[in-house]
């Protein structure tokens, strides 16, 4: 049996087909932001501190509920075996939560360095272009003036130019420097 086709109208939102409608997934950041959270606060001394004042609780509370016969839910006879079974727990849940936010650190300080190799690149270009500029202007300098350019030559020639540049300045009057500005 021929399967009947139908009309998909494009101007118009898709909408739910059903019972079986497709539900949003949760957000893989979202979920990276969390593994980094857990991450940050199993790593805390309030965390430590805490962890042990739970231990310290659960087994003095399993010690004297054993001598009164009370409600008890562990045995210190038998080596606090739901005690140790809670933190066998939480730390095989830990350990690929802490593992998923270090590989998110990792991705990041990975971009983090190939943005700086970049910038790094781009400086170093930077500064090769000025170091060719600086010899041609040398080069320019010791054509023109028939002797050889220094370095102090140099300093002493654009000294002059800054001067006369000053003098310029001063003698256009303040009014035509803040018009032109």
Same mark, same amino acid.
């Given at each position: 049996?021929?399967?009947?086709?139908?009309?998909?109208?494009?101007?118009?939102?898709?909408?739910?087909?059903?019972?079986?409608?497709?539900?949003?997934?949760?957000?893989?950041?979202?979920?990276?932001?969390?593994?980094?959270?857990?991450?940050?606060?199993?790593?805390?001394?309030?965390?430590?501190?805490?962890?042990?004042?739970?231990?310290?609780?659960?087994?003095?509370?399993?010690?004297?509920?054993?001598?009164?016969?009370?409600?008890?839910?562990?045995?210190?006879? &038998?080596?606090?075996?739901?005690?140790? *079974?809670?933190?066998? /727990?939480?730390?095989?849940? #830990? !350990?690929?939560?802490?593992?998923? @936010?270090?590989?998110?650190?990792?991705?990041?300080?990975?971009?983090?360095?190939?943005?700086?190799?970049?910038?790094?690149?781009?400086?170093?270009?930077?500064?090769?272009?000025?170091?060719?500029?600086?010899?041609?202007?040398?080069?320019?300098?010791?054509?023109?003036?028939?002797?050889?350019?220094?370095?102090?030559? &140099?300093?002493?020639?654009?000294?002059? *130019?800054?001067?006369? /540049?000053?003098?310029?300045? #001063? !003698?256009?009057?303040?009014?035509? @420097?803040?018009?032109?500005?």
């Amino acid at each position: 049996m021929a399967r009947a086709s139908r009309k998909v109208a494009l101007d118009a939102p898709r909408g739910r087909t059903g019972v079986l409608s497709r539900t949003p997934q949760p957000s893989r950041d979202r979920f990276g932001r969390f593994t980094e959270w857990i991450a940050r606060a199993m790593g805390t001394p309030t965390f430590l501190l805490m962890l042990t004042l739970f231990c310290a609780v659960w087994m003095t509370y399993t010690i004297i509920a054993e001598a009164h016969d009370w409600w008890r839910f562990d045995s210190a006879q &038998l080596g606090f075996t739901a005690l140790t *079974l809670i933190l066998s /727990l939480q730390a095989s849940y #830990a !350990a690929p939560l802490i593992l998923l @936010a270090q590989n998110r650190q990792d991705d990041r300080d990975r971009v983090q360095i190939e943005q700086d190799r970049q910038r790094a690149e781009r400086n170093l270009a930077d500064t090769e272009y000025l170091a060719r500029e600086v010899v041609a202007l040398r080069m320019a300098l010791t054509d023109v003036s028939g002797q050889v350019v220094t370095r102090e030559v &140099l300093r002493q020639e654009l000294r002059a *130019l800054l001067e006369q /540049l000053d003098e310029d300045h #001063a !003698a256009r009057g303040p009014d035509t @420097a803040a018009h032109q500005e």
